[in-house]
């Protein structure tokens, strides 16, 4: 029997809406190893912020949405650049269970990491994890991304150096874990709610609607 012919409909429709997301050109998207003992049927995708915008490029497909995309011709993620800082990094898997789970409250559930080290100040703000949960809540709510049963961690993150390492300067960095219930197999919103979550993180002003960052511009 042929592989895709055993990929759920709805999944095959969810793959079809990532792939339609639109993301900002400082972040990169690429799909990774999606996790295999969470549900039967997962996607992820890793993202990365730069301070340099990218070349346009499409998501590349792997796996069940490889098979549903195979007659197109996908080019691969851009690369990195040597003179690009790093600014966040982040995690979007959608996972599915024809079956349904009481715990997600749906047959599908979103699960997201974002990392990005802050300046120190902002980094020993109290109120800090309370301001990352609303950046999720924000985005979701700004994309008209419906849905469900959301929850989350955020986490703050101190690292200090010693020894022959003494000299490098006290970090301190933000985690957010948080997933929720998206209200169909549609979540084109969803993954763009959470590309423009992590460009929040990274520290990167809200575009305007419509406007699109220029190539090559370093932001300061």
């Not at 691969?76 to 982040?90: F, I, K, N, R």
């Not at 993180?201 to 300061?220: I, Y």
Request: glycine fraction near 8%; proline fraction near 9%; include cysteine.
């Amino acid at each position: 029997m042929n592989a895709l012919a055993q990929v759920p409909a709805d999944f095959l429709r969810a793959l079809g809406t990532i792939r339609k997301a639109k993301c900002r050109s400082e972040l990169r998207l690429a799909e990774i190893p999606a996790p295999s003992r969470l549900a039967p049927f997962a996607v992820a995708l890793g993202a990365e912020v730069f301070s340099h915008p990218t070349r346009p490029g499409r998501t590349p497909v792997h796996g069940p949405a490889a098979m549903a995309f195979s007659g197109e011709n996908t080019p691969a993620s851009p690369g990195s650049d040597d003179e690009d800082d790093e600014l966040a990094t982040g995690r979007f898997i959608l996972l599915h269970d024809p079956d349904g789970s009481a715990v997600w409250d749906g047959e599908f559930r979103i699960v997201t990491y974002i990392r990005a080290q802050l300046e120190a100040d902002m980094g020993n703000d109290a109120m800090l994890g309370s301001v990352a949960w609303t950046w999720l809540v924000d985005a979701l709510e700004n994309h008209s991304a419906p849905y469900r049963a959301a929850g989350g961690t955020a986490t703050r993150i101190l690292s200090e150096s010693f020894g022959t390492l003494a000299e490098r300067p006290e970090t301190i960095d933000i985690e957010l874990r948080a997933s929720w219930t998206p209200a169909s197999s549609d979540v084109q919103a969803h993954l763009e709610a959470w590309c423009d979550m992590v460009c929040t993180f990274a520290g990167l002003p809200p575009l305007p609607p419509g406007v699109t960052p220029l190539p090559n511009r370093r932001l300061t």
